[in-house]
């Protein structure tokens, strides 16, 4: 088992930032390839950005490549998504995922979501 737990977001203007933080606790850290999911009212939760486990391999969605920036601190059990030059359009709760490699997706771990608000 995998808690995860989300902080970091809020209301801002366009063309600001904010970054998120995603802190787990359970099993071990480094066992998970680590994600940023939102969801935005009325439309279903999308992919926003990835890291694998290693740190070494990460991915984004063309929407926010070049704006947002995911990390990761094994030794704080925490992921981080850096969100720079924030768009109206970025407006949705962020959820934070685990996924174990090599396991169905429905089995992997979600946080309980952020909101983040972005202002025109």
């Known amino acids: 088992q995998v808690q995860l737990v989300e902080s970091g977001g809020g209301l801002v203007q366009a063309g600001g930032s904010l970054r998120l933080s995603c802190t787990a606790s359970?099993?071990?850290?480094?066992?998970?390839?680590m994600g940023w999911f939102r969801q935005a009212p009325g439309k279903e939760r999308d992919f926003v950005a990835s890291?694998?486990?290693?740190?070494?391999?990460?991915y984004y969605a063309p929407s926010v490549k070049g704006r947002f920036t995911i990390a990761s601190n094994n030794a704080k059990n925490t992921v981080y998504l850096q969100m720079n030059s924030l768009k109206f359009e970025d407006t949705a709760v962020y959820y934070c995922?685990?996924?174990?490699?090599?396991?169905?997706?429905?089995?992997?771990?979600w946080g309980q979501g952020t909101q983040v608000t972005v202002s025109p």
């Open positions: 995922n685990a996924h174990e490699p090599a396991t169905p997706a429905k089995d992997d771990y």
């Open positions: 359970g099993r071990t850290f480094s066992t998970y390839d």
């Open positions: 890291i694998r486990r290693n740190g070494n391999s990460t």
